[in-house]
């Protein structure tokens, strides 16, 4: 089904690699209308430039509000309104509650977790005045299922993904839905970064790898897919869940 997307203005942060560029190219190629938002907005610009069409690429720290505000703000004003709002950025720092310093957490805590509330807290007008609208959000695996030394990641996800639900109640009146993705382990930047913070990388990484009955490591492009799914009028019936697209992973000890 091609246009899926057609006439949908979304905003997309983090999405200038990874799984945000894979889900800004994916709904443009369905018919959306992208805003493209990351910290680094060279990287932003590179991918709407990539995109092409009506895409831009715009500067948002996602735990500044007023950077926030004003990147939903030039949303609206270039395009009249916003249906979609796709809270992506993340960071992951590896350690237990023994090992991260307070500003360690803090930072995990904030960019993972808070920057939902606050994003959200903007847009939520301008989805209402448009009669409604959908907040979708990267959680994790790692939000279901714990994992050792990543404490404040494991947390941030949890916590984001009971935000989800909060949210969606708190939005069923407006037509606001709410919904979340869990990636299992994913070839994205941040993921090699968490492979380079381990003690052998190559040997974290087949460890990943053989964890995952489908036998491989996610693609950015399965999450985009996905987000396509909940950002379409094919699930107006569908708030509050946390979609797991994990390869098994979440399924229980693998033993192939």
Known sequence: MANRLQ???VLITGAGSGIGEAT????????????VADVRVDAAESVAQTIGGTAIGIEIDVINRPSIKAAIDTTVESFGGLDVLVCNAGVTIVGGVTDLSEDEWDKELD????????????AWPH???????????????????AIPADAAYCASKAGLIMLTKCMALDGAKQNIRANCICPGYTNTPMIEGYFQDQADP????????????LGRLGEPSDHANAFVYLASDEATWVTGTALVV???ITCGVWGG
């Not at 800004?24 to 805003?35: C, D």
């Not at 960019?111 to 903007?122: F, H, I, M, P, Q």
Request: proline fraction near 2%.
């Open 7 to 9: 006439g949908k203005v």
């Open 24 to 35: 800004a190219t994916r709904f443009a190629e369905e018919g959306a209308t992208v805003v």
């Open 111 to 122: 960019t993972n977790l808070k920057s939902v509330y606050l994003c959200a807290k903007e």
């Open 127 to 145: 989805l209402e005045a448009r009669g409604g609208g959908s907040i979708l959000s990267t959680a994790s695996m790692a939000g279901q299922w």
């Open 202 to 213: 190559a040997a974290a990484r087949a460890f990943a790898e053989a964890m995952h009955p």
């Open 246 to 248: 994990d390869g098994g």
